[in-house]
């Protein structure tokens, strides 16, 4: 059953796809998942001064921040690591794990990915994710 009301941030997290099974980052403590759509200007001599937009390309993101553990099982930093030093694609997903809740799934490159170690604090790290293709919107099952 889906999810109701307000949703609890804690139930969303971000996936990758292993060997086409949807696989949950490790140690996450936030997630984000945003699209953008450019403009293109068609302002003319006759918009009285005002700027005047039609639709341009469309674009998605999703990024992640959590606690770095040397151990992680399954996905965590070094297997991001992994997929940035190659420069491959990588199916994402951002989703609770909730039957009937929606699932937001493309195809996109780890554009940014970093590590801190602050002193006697826990060590942390953030990846984002640029989407190369469309994005899909499907229902969990």
């Known amino acids: ?9 804690t139930l969303t997290a971000l ?8 696989t949950k980052v490790a140690h996450l403590t936030s997630t984000g998942f945003s ?12 918009s009285a001064g005002w700027e ?23 996905v965590g930093y070094e297997e991001l690591f992994d997929y940035w030093n190659t420069r491959g694609k990588v199916l994402v997903a951002f989703t609770s794990a909730v039957n009937g809740d929606k699932r937001y799934k493309g195809l996109g490159y ?8 602050p002193t006697e ?21």
């Open 1 to 9: 059953m889906a999810s109701t009301g307000i949703n609890n941030g």
């Open 110 to 117: 780890i554009t940014s990915l970093s590590r801190t170690a």
């Open 52 to 74: 005047s937009i039609l639709e341009g390309s469309k674009s998605w993101e999703m990024s992640a921040s959590g606690f770095f553990a040397e151990d992680s099982a399954g």
């Open 121 to 141: 604090d826990s060590e942390t790290f953030d990846v984002t994710i640029q989407g190369t293709s469309t994005i899909t919107k499907y229902t969990v099952s």
């Open 15 to 22: 996936y990758i796809f292993v060997a086409n099974v949807p």
């Open 35 to 46: 699209v953008n759509m450019n403009t293109r200007s068609v302002t003319t001599k006759d």
